[in-house]
């Protein structure tokens, strides 16, 4: 069995103290529901699928996954269980069936060649570069052959100003594993763990930087 790696546990707004406000920040300052929303036409989730949101934090993208496709069958995954509460409760309040599980992402309990989709936003950045590397492995395991994976997180900056930007969240989630992003490490990253036809597909620009939408196909 693979050992842990080194990662200190980054919360969904830095501090376990700003959870509560979370949905109240990201959807009044990061253009939510555009780069969201750009992110499920991209994933293309059929009827039936198999959808994993990985680190789903409040529940915004399953949620808005299952309205959008309600004949796929979406899990929410994270690590923190206050969120977690949080995510539960905005279902319910929408009416609709996600099921969300405790865990963290380079030890998920799905078993091999298991969903059609993984989608993850604002999560890579979270996490050292060895846990990246571990949670891009998983995902690898836990993914069908020929199933894709579509994350949207920062990105290469995409002028001096998004770079400029850039480090809030730099400040509020640690430069080290922010850096990995910005550099643009995240296409080799998937590359590492196996996976083909790995692309940015879109980016926007935000008020925190330069957004990146990536997708990559497990092989068949
Ligand atoms: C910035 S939030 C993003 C939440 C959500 N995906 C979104 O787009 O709004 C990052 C999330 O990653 C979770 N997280 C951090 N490290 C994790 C890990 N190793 N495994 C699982 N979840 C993790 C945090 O609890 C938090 O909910």
Not at 45 to 74: M, R, S, Y
Not at 132 to 137: D, H, L
Not at 142 to 161: C, F, M, Q, T, Y
Request: net charge positive; aromatic share 10%; glycine share 6%.
């Amino acid at each position: 069995m693979q050992q842990p790696p080194k990662s200190k546990y980054v919360p969904a707004l830095g501090f376990h103290w700003l959870t509560p406000y979370y949905d109240a920040v990201v959807g009044s300052t990061t253009r939510e529901r555009i780069f969201k929303q750009a992110l499920i036409k991209q994933a293309r989730i059929e009827p039936g699928h198999q959808v994993l949101d990985l680190a789903c934090g409040t529940g915004t993208l399953a949620i808005w996954i299952k309205q959008n496709q309600p004949q796929a069958n979406v899990t929410g995954v994270d690590g923190d269980p206050v969120i977690l509460s949080i995510a539960s409760r905005k279902s319910q309040k929408a009416n609709v069936s996600v099921k969300f599980d405790r865990a963290l992402s380079y030890n998920l309990p799905y078993p091999e060649e298991h969903f059609d989709r993984v989608v993850s936003s604002l999560f890579f950045h979270h996490l050292s570069w060895e846990a990246k590397e571990q949670t891009a492995q998983e995902l690898f395991r836990i993914l069908k052959p020929g199933a894709e994976l579509h994350v949207a997180d920062w990105g290469r900056a995409s002028n001096a100003l998004m770079r400029g930007l850039f480090l809030f969240i730099q400040l509020l989630d640690g430069f080290k594993n922010t850096q990995d992003n910005v550099s643009g490490k995240l296409i080799e990253l998937f590359e590492q763990a196996g996976f083909v036809q790995v692309s940015q597909r879109q980016t926007f620009s935000t008020i925190y930087g330069t957004l990146a939408l990536y997708s990559a196909v497990k092989p068949s």
